[in-house]
């Protein structure tokens, strides 16, 4: 059975930084690219980054790039979203996803607000 578990919101102000995790169980995680999306409210959910199986390759939403970074620990079958200068534009529910089983496997999501 999949799992995806973050952890890592919170409440930041703007400029700061916040790192978030996604442990990963239920399949292997070494083979899998992994994404992070984000859902602002009243939006639609988007998809903010994306990293390889093998981590060699990241890409990023231009809203988001040069500020957040993606990577992974394929021992510890986790990814991880690094935030950087954070605009109160960052404040959405993030969520972990897995391209598995029918429409992709989803985390429960974790909260971000980027407020003064």
């Known amino acids: 059975q999949v799992q995806l578990v973050e952890s890592g919101g919170g409440l930041v102000q703007p400029g700061g930084s916040l790192r978030l995790s996604c442990a990963a169980s239920?399949?292997?995680?070494?083979?899998?690219?992994m994404r992070w999306y984000r859902q602002a409210p009243g939006k639609e959910r988007e998809l903010a980054a994306s990293i390889t199986s093998t981590g060699t390759s990241t890409n990023y939403a231009d809203s988001v790039k040069g500020r957040f970074f993606i990577s992974r620990d394929n021992a510890k079958n986790t990814v991880y979203l690094q935030m950087n200068s954070l605009k109160p534009e960052d404040t959405a529910v993030y969520y972990c996803?897995?391209?598995?089983?029918?429409?992709?496997?989803w985390g429960q999501g974790t909260q971000v607000t980027v407020s003064s």
């Open positions: 239920g399949f292997t995680f070494s083979m899998v690219f």
């Open positions: 996803y897995a391209p598995l089983g029918y429409g992709g496997s």
